[in-house]
């Protein structure tokens, strides 16, 4: 009786490191929308990849403590609502929506209800969904795209920012909604093996990448977010429908 009263005890209890994690995600967008709030677009903005940072620990912590829990996966989305959905929405219309009214309202409205959505279906898809690629753009790197934007634009010349800046805003709020919500393919990193041994080439160009993304974060990160939206286009209506016939005739000639 007492082995079945621990037993019991184990599946409703959470994991405190975790969770506490994800917590510490979510404070740090809660954070970001008192920043935007106040006008302090490039903080709130920093506030959101710190959230990521954190987002992306909380995972890898569970997995190799072996303490990942259900409640931890509705907690996770729940945070990720309000660091990469709530707050890049509300940043994004005090940064440069609101001279659209209604029309950039809107668009961050559904920008924060699609990320909604593509969280509640990575939910309900978990337990079926692949390792090796996500459907739909991470909500994580959509609302990181819009966050790095604000960091990107103080590189670029003063004319091109009064000139460009808002209808790319309006045309990415639109477009990561859309994405996010698609069944288009983007690779998920979660089998890559990052606590594994990898060939030395594989740590130097880590290091590399990591010593340019230091030196110029504001300059280079929106490229790395962009390109990787980018690549699931690629890959889902260039590069997989040319691998589809390879993997068909290559099953017919393992049954013949």
């Known amino acids: 009786m007492d082995e079945q009263r621990k037993s019991s005890l184990r599946r409703r ?62 907690l996770d989305s729940l945070a990720d609502l309000v660091a ?6 509300l940043l994004t219309y005090l940064w440069q929506l609101r001279a659209y009214g209604r029309l950039g309202l809107m668009a961050c409205f559904l920008f924060m209800a699609c990320a909604a959505l593509r969280l509640a279906r990575f939910n309900v ?48 709020a639109y477009g990561l909604s859309f994405l996010m919500v ?22 130097v160009t880590a290091v590399l990448l990591f010593v340019l993304v230091a030196s110029e974060p504001a300059l280079l ?12 286009i690629v890959y889902t209506f260039i590069v997989l429908p040319r691998r589809r016939p390879r993997l068909l005739g290559d099953q017919s000639q393992g049954l013949s």
């Open 84 to 89: 990469f959905g709530v707050t890049p929405a």
């Open 182 to 203: 698609s069944k288009i393919r983007y690779f998920a990193f979660k089998e890559y093996g990052w606590f594994k041994a990898h060939a030395m080439g594989s740590l």
């Open 125 to 172: 898809q978990t337990s079926s969904a692949g390792k090796l690629l996500f459907t739909g753009l991470p909500t994580p790197a959509a609302g990181c795209t819009l966050a790095t934007l604000v960091l990107f634009h103080e590189t670029l010349p003063p004319s091109a920012v009064h000139a460009i800046m808002a209808p790319l805003c309006l045309i990415l």
């Open 221 to 232: 990160l929106f490229p790395i977010f962009a390109f990787y939206m980018v690549s699931g």
């Open 13 to 74: 209890g959470v994991y405190i490191l975790p969770n506490l994690m994800t917590t510490a995600s979510m404070f740090a967008g809660f954070l970001g929308m008192t920043m935007a709030i106040n006008g302090a677009y490039e903080s709130a903005a920093w506030a959101v990849l710190v959230s990521c940072v954190l987002d992306g620990l909380d995972g890898k912590i569970a997995r190799l403590t072996h303490t990942a829990s259900e409640f931890g996966v509705q």
